[in-house]
């Protein structure tokens, strides 16, 4: 991932902000969508994009695009460094490795009738501790 090249590829569009900020809310367009096409991008190796397209799979659209937003500060220069932060903890946390799961050894493994088994003694000795209620109406 080379973060020069991936920062000149990225586009933002602004827009009317929602939630406090008074009259500053209705004037200034402060809220700032980052837009980065994850296909196209010459920042990215060929693994690296399908790493991100499979595990960003809610956060691109259906045309590709990768949308970050933030709108938290009054100002949009504020808002555009919050969502670039944003955008480039999402690409590292998802382009990290997945660690190796260990072997687990096959003596430490469950066997699975010896489970059963044992579940179904103690399902049999928790239905015997409950208590038997008479019959309601007795036939003779």
Same mark, same amino acid.
């Given at each position: 991932?080379?973060? &020069?090249?991936?920062?000149?590829?990225?586009?933002?569009? $602004?827009?009317? @902000? @929602?939630?406090?900020?008074?009259? #500053? !809310? #209705?004037? !200034?367009?402060?809220? !700032?969508?980052?837009?980065?096409?994850? %296909? *196209?991008? /010459?920042?990215?190796?060929?693994?690296?994009?399908?790493?991100?397209?499979?595990?960003?799979?809610?956060?691109? $659209?259906?045309?590709? /695009? *990768?949308?970050?937003?933030?709108?938290?500060?009054? @100002?949009?220069? %504020?808002?555009? $460094?919050?969502?670039?932060?944003?955008?480039? %903890?999402? &690409?590292?946390?998802?382009?990290?490795?997945? +660690? =190796?799961?260990?072997?687990?050894?096959?003596?430490?493994?469950?066997?699975?009738?010896?489970?059963?088994? $044992?579940?179904?003694?103690?399902?049999?000795?928790? @239905?015997?501790?409950?208590? !038997?209620?008479? +019959? &309601?109406?007795? =036939?003779?």
């Amino acid at each position: 991932m080379d973060q &020069l090249i991936i920062e000149k590829e990225l586009k933002f569009r $602004t827009s009317r @902000s @929602s939630g406090s900020g008074g009259q #500053n !809310v #209705n004037k !200034v367009e402060t809220r !700032v969508e980052l837009i980065f096409e994850p %296909a *196209l991008s /010459h920042g990215l190796t060929d693994e690296e994009k399908a790493l991100l397209l499979e595990r960003l799979p809610n956060k691109i $659209t259906k045309e590709g /695009h *990768l949308i970050v937003v933030a709108q938290e500060s009054r @100002s949009q220069a %504020a808002n555009r $460094t919050l969502a670039i932060k944003r955008f480039f %903890a999402l &690409l590292e946390k998802s382009l990290e490795p997945e +660690p =190796e799961r260990e072997e687990i050894p096959e003596r430490l493994v469950a066997h699975p009738v010896k489970r059963k088994k $044992t579940k179904k003694i103690t399902s049999e000795k928790k @239905s015997n501790r409950k208590k !038997v209620s008479p +019959p &309601l109406h007795e =036939e003779d």
